[in-house]
C-alpha cells in the first residue's frame, strides 16, 4: 500500500506523467553492500520509482522470507486500463 502510494505521490507532484507508464518505465539502480543505490544520472520520475521500489525492498528485507507461497483462491479477471486497450 505505501509502495503505490509512493508512485501516486510521483505522479501527483508532476515528477512522472502517469500511473501506467510508472510499472514500465525502467530505471538504472546497483546493490552496494546489500542495500539498492539509484543511479543518479537518470530523469527525475526514474529517479522516484527506483527511490520508492528501493524503499518497499528495504522493508522486506527487515521480515522474514515467507516459507510458502499463498495462493488465491479463484482468477479474478480485470478490465484492462485505458491506455492498454487495443
Not at 70 to 81: A, E, G, S, V
Request: aromatic share 10%.
Amino acid at each position: 500500500m505505501h509502495h503505490d502510494k509512493c508512485y501516486d505521490a510521483a505522479v501527483d507532484a508532476k515528477i512522472c506523467y502517469d500511473v501506467a507508464w510508472e510499472y514500465i518505465d525502467g530505471y538504472k539502480w546497483t546493490c552496494s553492500n546489500g542495500t539498492a543505490v539509484c543511479a543518479e544520472k537518470q530523469t527525475a520520475c526514474k529517479m522516484a520509482l527506483c527511490a520508492c521500489d528501493a524503499a518497499v525492498v528495504q522493508c522486506w528485507s527487515k521480515h522474514p522470507k515467507p516459507e510458502k507461497k499463498l495462493k488465491c483462491n479463484h482468477i479474478r479477471k480485470l478490465p484492462l486500463p485505458y491506455g492498454f486497450q487495443h
